[in-house]
């Protein structure tokens, strides 16, 4: 998915500590013996991103061995078909791994980074699906996923804010919007034409790392929050930039 692929991203470049963190011990152990067989460099912590507590112990221990965390990227949850029938359990599940438990995390790790006087920068992988709302579009069967990334957009264009009253320059927010990605968790839904236009991993990879290496504010673009989807009357693969100012 794209995280194993980011992973692998910032492998290929040379980081000097890269640590992966899942909730499934299987994923874990298998990614990280795939990475360390050509670099001793990668670290795995079993946390789950709706259990704020190890999450937070997880930033905490980073901390205490590394001095500082520069990059972390929050790339949890998927897209599932809910709509009127949906339990209030999943719809509930749901809406916290996408929504709030990133905000959340965000937000703990902006307290530390300003506690700790350090630079930081977090890309939030949202969603197409995030800025329907506003946008016009929308998508059947959205109940959960639509609205999660929706309140993560709200809330880092609310944080972006108050970290310019707060004259921070050490942070910086970066965000992502795909449309949808051809990962293998939703091979099935595309297939079935649930999900249409799917974008490759690698094209949601270079944009990330475009963003992180501001290669598009050295290009004048007004923001850090970049939207890559599929345009079929050109059949080709656009960027856009959004100002959260006005969004």
């Given at each position: 998915g794209i995280g194993k692929a980011l992973a692998r991203r910032f492998d290929e470049d040379g980081i000097k500590s890269l640590y992966l963190i899942s909730r499934t011990p299987s994923k874990l152990t298998q990614t990280v013996k795939e990475f360390n067989d050509i670099r001793k460099c990668v670290t795995s912590r079993q946390g789950d991103i709706i259990n704020f507590n190890s999450i937070k112990t997880i930033i905490d221990d980073i901390y205490h061995i590394e001095g500082a965390i520069d990059i972390w990227v929050n790339n949890a949850g998927q897209w599932y078909p809910h709509s009127l029938n949906t339990s209030i359990e999943d719809l509930a599940?749901?809406?916290?791994?996408?929504?709030?438990?990133?905000?959340?995390?965000?937000?703990?790790?902006?307290?530390?980074?300003?506690?700790?006087?350090?630079?930081?920068?977090?890309?939030?992988?949202?969603?197409?699906?995030?800025?329907?709302?506003?946008?016009?579009?929308?998508?059947?069967?959205?109940?959960?996923?639509?609205?999660?990334?929706?309140?993560?957009r709200s809330y880092l264009f609310h944080l972006e804010h108050e970290l310019e009253l707060y004259k921070d320059k050490k942070i910086r927010l970066y965000g992502l919007f795909p449309g949808t990605v051809g990962t293998?968790?939703?091979?099935?839904?595309?297939?079935?034409?649930?999900?249409?236009?799917?974008?490759?991993?690698?094209?949601?990879?270079?944009?990330?790392?475009?963003?992180?290496?501001?290669?598009?504010?050295?290009?004048?673009?007004?923001?850090?929050?970049?939207?890559?989807?599929?345009?079929?009357?050109?059949?080709?693969?656009?960027?856009?930039?959004?100002?959260?100012?006005?969004?």
């Open positions: 599940n749901n809406l916290n791994l996408i929504g709030n438990a990133p905000v959340l995390i965000t937000q703990y790790l902006v307290q530390k980074a300003i506690k700790e006087s350090k630079e930081l920068k977090i890309l939030n992988i949202l969603s197409q699906a995030g800025l329907w709302d506003i946008s016009g579009g929308i998508l059947d069967n959205n109940l959960s996923y639509g609205p999660g990334k929706s309140l993560l293998n968790k939703l091979k099935k839904e595309i297939q079935s034409g649930i999900l249409k236009e799917p974008i490759p991993v690698e094209y949601v990879v270079d944009a990330s790392m475009d963003l992180l290496e501001d290669n598009l504010l050295a290009q004048n673009q007004p923001t850090r929050y970049l939207a890559i989807k599929y345009n079929s009357e050109r059949k080709c693969i656009e960027k856009l930039h959004y100002d959260h100012k006005k969004l």
